[in-house]
């Protein structure tokens, strides 16, 4: 797909999502569950890099203010701790 296929997919420009795959723009949870459902993926955890880690729980995530799938969480939770700078 093109970035500004994938980009019109999930409500962003195209010139955000370049900024989002280079690191200079943060992006959202949701904006990531858009893109992995845009890329027909199964998993967010599909678009973590390989070197990329999981750490083992050092302190709780809390999802605010969420009501989220448990299975969602959990792909969440994981997500994140593979954050680069988690450590």
């Known amino acids: 797909m093109k970035q500004v296929e994938v980009a019109a997919q999930i409500g962003l420009t195209r010139a955000s999502l ?11 949870l949701h904006q990531i ?5 845009a890329l027909r993926i199964e998993s967010i955890l599909d ?5 990329f880690s999981t750490s083992e729980p050092d302190e709780p995530i ?11 969480r959990v792909q969440a939770e994981q997500f994140v701790r593979r954050a680069p700078g988690r450590r």
């Open 33 to 37: 569950y858009r893109i992995a459902e």
């Open 18 to 28: 370049a900024n989002i795959e280079k690191g200079r723009q943060k992006i959202m």
């Open 62 to 72: 809390v999802f605010v203010e969420s009501d989220m799938r448990e299975d969602l």
């Open 47 to 51: 678009l973590v890099p390989p070197r």
